[in-house]
């Protein structure tokens, strides 16, 4: 069993900054391929980037240049950073664990809200 906890979201005006954090249980972080995730309302949950164990990074286009996943193995968390934010972006962000590499993810955090005003 896996367990994620995010912090980090809130509200900020369009064109702010914001980091999320996510921090795991479990000894084999390292070995996770880590992803975030969000959802509007009224929206289905969608794909924001996910981090492979040996690094490879793929993002959505919609925050391609604007977002950036870092994860720390040592810590157990993975951050990410949300620059030039758009009223679009607001949305309860979820972080996941694919912890077989499989490209299903098994674990979710509680989600966490980031909301942009305009």
């Known amino acids: 069993q896996v367990q994620l906890v995010e912090s980090g979201g809130g509200l900020v005006q369009a064109g702010g900054s914001l980091r999320l954090s996510c921090t795991a249980s479990?000894?084999?972080?390292?070995?996770?391929?880590m992803g975030w995730f969000r959802q509007a309302p009224g929206k289905e949950r969608e794909f924001v980037v996910v981090?492979?164990?040996?690094?490879?990074?793929n993002y959505a286009d919609s925050v391609k240049g604007r977002f950036t996943i870092s994860r720390d193995n040592g810590q157990r968390t993975v951050y990410l950073q949300m620059n030039s934010l758009k009223p679009e972006d607001t949305a309860v962000y979820y972080c996941?664990?694919?912890?077989?590499?499989?490209?299903?993810?098994?674990?979710w955090g509680q989600g966490t809200q980031v909301t942009v005003s305009s």
């Open positions: 981090r492979g164990s040996g690094g490879i990074v």
């Open positions: 479990g000894r084999t972080f390292n070995s996770y391929n």
């Open positions: 996941a664990a694919d912890i077989n590499r499989d490209s299903e993810y098994d674990f």
